[in-house]
Every structure is written in structure tokens, then in C-alpha cells.
């Protein structure tokens, strides 16, 4: 099923369905049609097909989606079927308000643990987390099966924090250091440095402007 | 320039190219290719070339991108070349680690004011922003000009906030809050979320443990 190469944009969209879709079942809805999704979600609808299909014909003609079978399916992709460990390094505030978001973290997915390189820090408690010394990553992304690292160190710690993440056999990294990073071609690396969106946000304002002095 | 319809996922890019272009700049760097700036971003040099080309003619053949030039084209895309200040609702751990990249917004893009809903924390520090009252949104985004709005409130309170900004005039928000959010067309909206990038890395776990097994 992922033998075909599926866009960075696809898989990325696939989590945002699934929030919708369980936000849907907590409200009892049993299908749901890809013009409801597109219009909640502003997607154009055909797109939403398109993904969806990628991986299988989940939808059927003029019923829609069935919603739990749908998340069924979008876990199954996102492999979030399986537990999956997160080690946050950097616990500073960025550290600690993205560890509050732990409760967001169902499916299976859940930050286990947390580092820093102050002493100050270490020893210190973050939402039911001692924050460890950055020494100890090794051993304890080995005990606790993490696989997943997030990187809220300031920028100049930030490539020697995904050495050190690579190094104890991370396979992926959400960075949120406004630096590229450089990892083996094995390890997947998403940016979510915040002044990317904002600075692009900036392109809609003059948008908005020359549209509403046309019409 | 801006009549033909970019797709969000090519805008998005903009602001990773001008990042690079600027650490170029800052090395002495007078040309780039669209290979090299491929290889550095992780993204195909075809791709690039054709991002760039939806808005100028900017490179020429065998010799590249001119650094400066290009920096400039980028900036009067993102509407950069003017100034842009930006409000932040929410002043917790989450506002606090984002106004610390106030320093990283440059490119006339600044938080200016820091706004909550709590008592305890209005009329706070953060750096060198006294948090103000909701209450005084309207008065403050007519006054400072505000534009760009970022919520950092938590879920249960960020579609009223969004309310506000809308009813205050602000054109586009970006949204740390995992909810979705209801706003008039015209008003531009990011989701920050950090989970959905978390998530959407889990994809690329099985899919790096296929391939090793493969190969």
C-alpha cells in the first residue's frame, strides 16, 4: 500500500482528517461526504478523494464515508496502530508548553521523556516528566523504544541535539529550531519553526486587499 | 503578478528559500543554483525553479539566482518590503517561547502587542511587552496597525478569540490551538498545530523500517 511514493502534502493532510473525523465521532456522526470534509476543513473536496484514495477505496457513492472505519484506516496509515515514543530535548517554555499538549497526543503517540543540557533544568518536573540530562538520551531512547524526537533547543544547540537524537537511533525529528538540519537521508526531519507560517501568512494580507479593491 | 492562483504549499515555501537566501547573504554568498539550493533544502531543483518561476523570471541559466536580487523578489512577494506588526493572544508558556522569536522576525515582521484573558497575567513582562487586556484589542490593533494575529490561547477559548481578532480587523491569524477554526473567507488562516506535524511524522517511521528491510 505505500509502495507508491505519497506526497510530503498528502501525509501531512492525513492527520488533520483524522482530528476532524474524531472530533465527528465524538458527536456520533456515522459517515461523513468529502464535500462535508472539504467545506469544514476548507480543502477543495475532489483533493480530499484524491488523498483517501492513495492508500484505498474507503468512501462509497452518495453515502460517503463511514467515519470509524475511515480513522480505522487513517491510524492504520499513520501507523498510529502502534505505540510510538516522543523525547523532547530543550525544556525551556517552547519545551514546556508543547509538553502540555501531551493530552492532544492520543493515538498512541505520547512525549515519554525529556532533556536538557542546564543543570538548572535537570532534575526538574514537566508534566509528570523529570527533565534528564542530555547524557542519559542514549540509553533511555534504547529502554523506552522512542523513535520520534522534538528539538525546542535554541538554534545555535540545534544540530548537535539531532547528532546526538541520530546518534541514539531516532528515526525521526520535529525541529522546531529556526535551522536546516543536517541527518542522514534515513532520518525524516519536519520544520515547524513558527516565523515560516507566520511570513507566509504575510502573502494573504495583500491578497485580501487588491481582491476587495476589485470587487 | 499575484492574478494567477499560487497554491498555498508553493507560498509556504517562500519564506524556507529567503531563510536560506539570507544565510547566504550573511556568508558573502553572491550567486546560488537551483541545484544547490535543492540540495541544501531538501527539496527537488525542478520544483524550485518552478515555484520561482510563478513570479518572475529571476534565474539565468548557467549562473543561477543572484543572491541580493533574489532575497528582494522574495521579500516583495511576502509583502515584506513593508512593515507588518502582529498581535499574540495568549501568554502562556506557548506566547511566551514565540515572542522569544521576536529576534528571528526580521524582515519588518514584529510581534508588537501581547494580549490575555487572565487577571494574574496582564500588565506581565514578556519581553519588553507589558500583556494587555482582550478588552483593549480593537483600541490597539487600530492604533499599531496590526494585521496578523497568533493564538496561543487553549482550545476552549481560541474560536472566541478568533471572534475578537476578526471583529477587531485583523486579516490573518495563525493558530497554535488544535481546534478548527470558523472565520469569514476573507480572513486568512494558518494551523500552527504542532501535533499534525508530529503525526504526519509517524507515516514515515514504518516506512523507513520497510525500506531497510527491503534493501
Known sequence: MKSEKISDAVVRRMPVY?????ELQNRD??????????QNLD?????????????????RKGIGYDVAYLIEKIRQILNLDQEISVALVGAGNLGQALSNYNMYLKDNMKIVAVFDIA????????NYLTVQP???????VRNLGIRIGIITVPHWEAQRVADQLVEAG???ILNFAPVILKVPAEV???????TTDLLSLAYYLDQGKESSNES
Open 18 to 22: 483524522l482530528r476532524y473525523l474524531n
Open 29 to 38: 456522526v456515522m459517515t461523513v461526504s468529502s464535500q462535508e470534509l472539504g
Open 43 to 59: 480543502l477543495n473536496p475532489a483533493q480530499i478523494r484524491k488523498d483517501l484514495a492513495y492508500f484505498g477505496d474507503f468512501g
Open 119 to 126: 543543570e538548572a533544568k535537570i532534575g526538574s518536573q514537566i
Open 134 to 140: 542530555i547524557t542519559e538520551l542514549p540509553e533511555t
Open 170 to 172: 531516532i528515526q525521526a
Open 188 to 194: 525524516r526531519v519536519h520544520a515547524a519553526d513558527f
